[in-house]
């Protein structure tokens, strides 16, 4: 079984309508990010949680949010989503403080917005 | 300014023949880390190689290498005895100790297409 996973893997949805794009991870990590990657435009960051108490903003928060639900769970949320939303969404983890030296990705979402 | 800059947006590479693909970084912090990403077309990242700031030695991955020149701020990945399967995007990343204030985040390059030819 995969250790990241995220639901859904593929979402068609409307301008206006609200996603959540879920991730679960059974590495036992602390560190939980999201990002969304573009053509030509590499990854970038969106939220990044170091705990679940912990939630901060990244590079491109705006338009999004995010919930640390338990250690194993993150998710995000696009409350009213537009179309330049449209991208593919990964979820990463990494353990943290001296062995922080891997960050392990969900499959990713495809996210298309109308 | 870009932190990370991948100069080839496209490369290609006779199979079974050894390839370069460029990643220049820039950061003003002493202690950080380099990171080798692979992206085949079915969308997932894969973790190839990773460098750290103060590593003696450059990193080598089985058939993956990275060529890390500190003073230049260069950490290019060398494939070795290119296959058909390495055809991808490939994506250089650094993470600093202390970015914006926190630790551990990932700084993505743009990325390079890597097409192996038969």
């Known amino acids: 079984d995969a250790d990241v996973t995220q639901t859904p893997r593929n979402r068609i949805t409307k301008t206006g309508k609200r996603i959540m794009l879920e991730c679960s991870q059974t590495?036992?990590?602390?560190?939980m990010y999201w990002y969304r990657q573009d053509p030509g435009l590499g990854l970038r960051l969106i939220y990044y949680?170091?705990?679940?108490?912990?939630?901060n903003k990244g590079e491109i928060s705006d338009g999004y949010s995010v919930s640390r639900q338990a250690q194993a769970k993150f998710s995000l949320s696009l409350e009213s989503a537009i179309p330049n939303q449209t991208a593919l969404y990964f979820c990463?983890?990494?353990?943290?403080?001296?062995?922080?030296?891997?960050?392990?990705f969900g499959p990713g979402t495809r996210l298309t917005v109308l | 300014a870009q932190k990370i800059t991948q100069t080839q947006p496209g490369m290609f590479v006779q199979e079974k023949e050894a390839v370069t693909l460029d990643c220049t970084y820039d950061?003003?912090?002493?202690?950080?880390?380099l990171f080798w990403y692979k992206q085949p077309s079915s969308g997932e990242m894969i973790f190839l190689i990773y460098?750290?700031?103060?590593?003696?030695q450059n990193a080598t991955e089985g058939r993956y290498s990275l060529n890390f020149q500190k003073a230049r701020k260069s950490a290019n990945l060398v494939i070795s005895a290119s296959q058909l399967g390495d055809s991808a995007m490939y994506f250089c990343?650094?993470?600093?100790?202390?970015?914006?204030?926190?630790?551990?985040?990932?700084?993505f390059g743009k990325g390079t297409k890597l097409s192996v030819k038969p």
């Open positions: 990463a983890t990494s353990e943290g403080g001296s062995k922080d030296n891997e960050q392990f």
């Open positions: 590495k036992g990590h602390d560190r």
């Open positions: 949680s170091f705990d679940v108490k912990d939630i």
């Open positions: 950061t003003s912090d002493p202690s950080y880390g």
């Open positions: 460098q750290g700031s103060y590593d003696q």
């Open positions: 990343a650094m993470r600093e100790v202390n970015y914006g204030g926190s630790q551990g985040n990932l700084i």
